[in-house]
Nanobody, 122 residues
Framework: QVQLVESGGGLVQAGGSLRLSCAASGSIFRINLMGWYRQAPGKQRELVATITSGGNTNYADSVKGRFTISRDNAKNTVYLQMNSLKPEDTAVYYC????????????????WGQGTQVTVSS
């Protein structure tokens, strides 16, 4: 079916930057919405940012002005540029994608990546 593979996580000092990538592969006809979510220890998973196939974006208030989501439709890849990182940004970051499959054009399904750890030290 569809696999989403994230990369780019790691350890960074406060004020630093990281760029996450998430590549989707498989029986993809089209990807509608793509997004990034995060889950800190002991907390629920929360929205970070989303982007439509046309490039419209939406951000959580906590990351506005610091994070930028983008995508390359030809590569089925979504990116998250994270600047001015804070210790409270520490979490496992997950990407997701709303995918229309080649063999099922009448509906879309949501797929998730395995997550990548981002740790921001103070």
């Amino acid at each position: 079916q569809v696999q989403l593979v994230e990369s780019g996580g790691g350890l960074v000092q406060a004020g630093g930057s990281l760029r996450l990538s998430c590549a989707a592969s498989g029986s993809i006809f089209r990807i509608n919405l793509m997004g990034w979510y995060r889950q800190a220890p002991g907390k629920q998973r929360e929205l970070v940012a989303t982007i439509t196939s046309g490039g419209n974006t939406n951000y959580a208030d906590s990351v506005k002005g610091r994070f930028t989501i983008s995508r390359d439709n030809a590569k089925n890849t979504v990116y998250l540029q994270m600047n001015s990182l804070k210790p409270e940004d520490t979490a496992v970051y997950y990407c997701n994608a709303e995918v229309v499959l080649k063999y099922d054009l009448l509906r879309s399904s949501l797929y998730w990546g395995q997550g990548t750890q981002v740790t921001v030290s103070s």
